[in-house]
């Protein structure tokens, strides 16, 4: 899931005082936003509650089942027409993605609410971390199911760097040294060290990122 | 013909040295160091945006240290830039008439000057040890032919006390396998297990220069022990410089002494004083290296 944190407030209002807007519409997602506690209906409930203290007008709150999905949103959109109309402004409180869908939903000004942070593995309730980079080229076959140019703080591929000591990662002192991790777990599993590996191929991972599935079944991919 | 690389054919005990380019454009500082520490190295170390802290780049510092006559080694970190860039680098390198090139992995920015900076790692050590090769094989990474090969004395760090020393071990071995032909080394702590695992590494066909670092103030074994991972001064020797009563000149003493005892273990030292220069010199001279 794609976790967010809470943006600055004080940047909120600034992006709000920008086009002196004082009616305000909140979108929530009902997917990783609510997990991650950032965007929910309690988060939006919370902020409406914070806007009517700073002296905005909340027209309305909305949280549809995943806001980043272009369909859903506009259907959740039209639903609440009335309310998006009244307002001046819509605030975003989902990842970046969920943003820009609301953005292309509306024909209104769309600010985000939160900062987008990174793909997260959910660990225990409200604890995540990252451990994958959607690079495209994926070396789990060759580290044991541990990702190096995730969790290394560098990014290597072959380490460990010259950092590590005691089996400790140099950057993050408190945890092991991924490299380490990743040679242990082979041992443990009797499986063979793999020799160097070779650079990365980051053409894998160009940007703007984009995928139809349609296409291939038409036959054109 | 790098002097360096002759020394250490010819089983020389070679010494080297290091400099830090300047953060501005005056060199004269790091000028005046080479200066003083040239007539007793084969080679010095011209560092690479050290600590991740901005400075004049190696490539052009290490140019000014030919220019005044001596001998540098190049170093290239993987952190500020891609594989384009440390491929042109090392072409630079070679039409500048510089021939010795240490490849690290880098410090990471967030521990630098500009902690909001992106560290590039495109590339890691072990990847720009294998494209240093075939720069001097006469290609490129893609195993394009270049106009006019490279002609690299390619060296790698090591840190010969790493624990756990299995992990450490292999990652060096990988660098020779990548064309590491020397290492220089983390700083010395414990002679023995440093001269046990050097050893491994000398027999798989690379050349060690050990580094022998100055612990010339508590203060300098406190940043080390809580600043610096990767490098801890052991009690007894902490102990040792902090009750003398010149730490200064304790630290001389046992930096000498790691110097002789590291004498015919090793295929020689690289010193780091820690900004004092005349601690090198009377390292040097007191372990009869002159």
């Not at chain 1, 959607?134 to 591929?157: F, M, N, Q, R, Y």
């Not at chain 2, 680098?89 to 902690?115: F, K, M, W, Y």
């Not at chain 2, 010969?160 to 020397?182: C, M, N, S, T, Y």
């Not at chain 2, 590291?262 to 007191?286: Q, S, W």
Request: aromatic share 4%; glycine share 10%.
């Amino acid at each position: 899931m794609i976790i967010t944190k809470p943006r600055d407030w004080a940047r909120i209002r600034a992006n709000l005082e920008s086009i002196s807007a004082r009616r305000v519409f909140l979108v929530g997602c009902g997917q990783c936003a609510t997990v991650a506690k950032t965007g929910g209906e309690r988060e939006l409930i919370e902020a409406a509650a914070r806007l009517e203290e700073d002296g905005y007008a909340v027209t309305g709150w909305a949280v549809g089942e995943v806001a980043c999905h272009l369909g859903g949103t506009k259907l959740e959109a039209r639903k609440r027409v009335g309310e998006i109309e009244a307002a001046d402004a819509l605030v975003v409180l989902s990842c970046g993605a969920g943003v820009q869908t609301v953005a292309d939903s509306v024909d209104k000004p769309v600010f985000p609410g939160l900062e987008s942070a990174f793909l997260g593995n959910v660990i225990r309730a409200g604890i995540f971390e990252e451990r994958c980079q959607t690079c495209g080229e994926c070396v789990l076959d060759l580290s044991a199911g541990i990702c190096p140019v995730t969790t290394c703080p560098k990014g290597l591929l072959n380490g460990p760097c010259g950092g590590m000591w005691d089996g400790k990662c140099e950057v993050l002192a408190d945890r092991e040294c991924t490299h380490v991790r990743i040679r242990r777990r082979l041992a443990k599993q009797g499986r063979p060290v793999p020799g160097a590996v070779p650079p990365k191929d980051y053409s894998a991972k160009l940007k703007p990122g984009a995928l139809d599935l349609r296409e291939k079944a038409r036959g054109h991919a | 013909m790098s002097k360096l690389a002759d020394a250490l054919n010819l089983g020389e005990f070679v010494i080297t040295g290091e400099v830090g380019p300047p953060h501005g454009t005056d060199l004269s500082a790091m000028l005046a160091s080479v200066e003083r520490l040239a007539p007793y190295c084969h080679a010095i170390n011209v560092t690479d945006n050290q600590g991740a802290t901005l400075h004049v780049s190696s490539l052009a510092a290490s140019r000014a240290v030919l220019d005044v006559g001596s001998e540098p080694i190049l170093q290239q970190t993987c952190r500020d830039r891609n594989r384009l860039a440390l491929q042109s680098d090392l072409l630079a390198a070679s039409t500048l008439g510089l021939e010795n090139v240490l490849i690290v992995t880098g410090d990471d920015p967030r521990c630098g000057d500009h902690p909001k900076a992106k560290g590039v790692f495109d590339i890691d050590s072990t990847q720009l040890l294998a494209v240093a090769s075939g720069l001097n094989d006469g290609v490129d990474m893609n195993g394009t032919p270049i106009d006019g090969s490279t002609n690299l004395f390619i060296g790698a760090a090591a840190f010969p006390e790493a624990e756990p020393w299995d992990v450490a071990r292999e990652r060096a071995l990988q660098k020779i396998a990548a064309g590491a032909v020397f290492f220089q080394t983390q700083a010395v702590m414990d002679v023995d297990v440093f001269t046990e695992h050097a050893t491994e590494l000398r027999e798989a066909g690379a050349k060690v220069i050990a580094g022998v670092l100055l612990l010339k103030s508590p203060r300098v074994i406190r940043f080390i022990n809580e600043r610096l991972a990767g490098l801890m001064v052991p009690e007894a020797i902490a102990r040792r410089i902090e009750d003398a009563v010149d730490p200064l000149e304790e630290a001389i003493v046992l930096a000498t002494e790691q110097v002789e005892s590291l004498r015919g273990a090793v295929d020689g030292v690289h010193i780091m004083p820690l900004g004092n220069d005349e601690a090198f010199v009377r390292v040097v001279e007191g372990a009869g290296l002159v």
